[in-house]
């Protein structure tokens, strides 16, 4: 069937877009400075976080892909969100006390307060190179996707999304990422169940006959072994637990999501955020990949050639060929919902970090106005500075250099994750020790990322011990004291528990 972009799909799409910009500006109310513009004024309700906390995990890129991947083979990756299982206890038990302890107002400062400001220093640069290219990847790859199954020009998509996202993510700080978050996330959960109603009803025998599709043919099953002795060879159990080590150090030192527990300092409401965010990506992940084995249940009774090609735009067809005018423009809406809250989050949290963590370090003792001023400054800039780079890459080939310095990052960030756990893990750790661990688990990353067939779900468990191994050895062997012998910094310390 012939895709068809209604006129009044677009209409929808345009709609829902204006209305979570005056949501956005709305949402504030008053102006909101200083503290309140990067940890909110204390309202925001803990199931609001919760789904922002989803809502910042999850892409657009992700919202295609999983039915995708499900559709074009099998639920394999799926054995990856059980690593929620091991991320979620790890962030309540050990590193969410010591935080709340600590009335951090950003991820990195712990870095400072436990090792030095080079620490913090280095965290924070990471993290916004990082996010600036996350930025850049999350307007670019969904727009080029849109744009095949819309027609609508990618720059004018990367445009929407992106200038909309920029103007509430100054305006309104946090509070208003995070209620515009909840929208998307609402939006976008709803979405997909009713993608996957309608599709049950137009597969003949529905539920029954898509797990009767799906089990002839391989859908729910892998070759992938429980496990290899091998630890750095692929098994499910290594999925999982790689997964989840990877998905603990988001929760634990990436300041976009760490934000999201600085906004309250009471700890059931931090378990709760946790717990709910847990469920939601869970049950989320698993629609998605039902979905693609729906979808792929459906075209087996159509006859004919089996949609074939880039897993992304399998289920951005299906919206767009199958469902109802008008519902199309709703379901492709949820898609524009899951780039905007991942651009808002990442907005905001780059102009607090850079604020709070670098700005702040070279001029300490900002006012409230002034702090407030450079945050809405900077998250301009960086917006239009994504933008910019997004349709550079629309117009370029260079998607191929860019996943490489994507994944480098996504590394470094992954080791930061090891440091922290030092810091919160041992109390004889020192900067010296901290800096020197940090450098060597770099390097032994990037040789076995790039110069070696170790699988990638290995890579988190190994930076983990790297990390541990060279900065708790490099503190022992360079002396120095350690910052955590004065001060309530480590999960060893009753008072921080």
Known sequence: MDAKFAVIDYVILFAYLLFILYVGIAVAKKEMRGKEFFKGDGSIPWWVTSVSLFATLLSPISFLSLAGNSYLGSWELWFAQLGLFIAVPIAIYFFLPVYRKLNLDTAYEYLERRFDVKMRMIGSVLFIVYQIGRMSIIMYLPAIALSAVTGINTVLIILFMGVIATIYSAFGGIKSVLWTDFIQGVVLIGGGIFALIFLLFSIDGGMGEVFKTGTENGKFFTDMPLFDPNFV??????????????????????????????????????????????????????????????????YTQQGGAMPEGKGDLIFANYIVSELPVGISGLLIAGLFAAGQSTLSTGLNSVATSWTLDIQNVFKPGMSDEASTKIARVVSALVGVFSIAFAIVLAYSDVSSAYEWFNGLMGLALGIIGGTFTLGVMTKRANAKGALLGFIATTVLAVYISYFTDITLWAYSIINLIASLIFGYGFSLLFKGKSKAEDGEMTFYDKTAN
């Open 233 to 298: 060879n692929n098994s499910i159990l290594l999925l999982i637990f790689g997964a989840g080590l990877s998905t603990a150090f988001s929760y634990i030192s990436s300041q976009d999501m760490v934000q999201r527990y600085l906004t309250t300092d009471n700890p059931k409401e931090m378990n709760k955020m946790t717990y709910m965010n847990g469920v939601l990506s869970l049950g989320t992940a698993t629609l998605f990949f039902f979905i693609g084995t729906a979808l792929y249940t459906f």
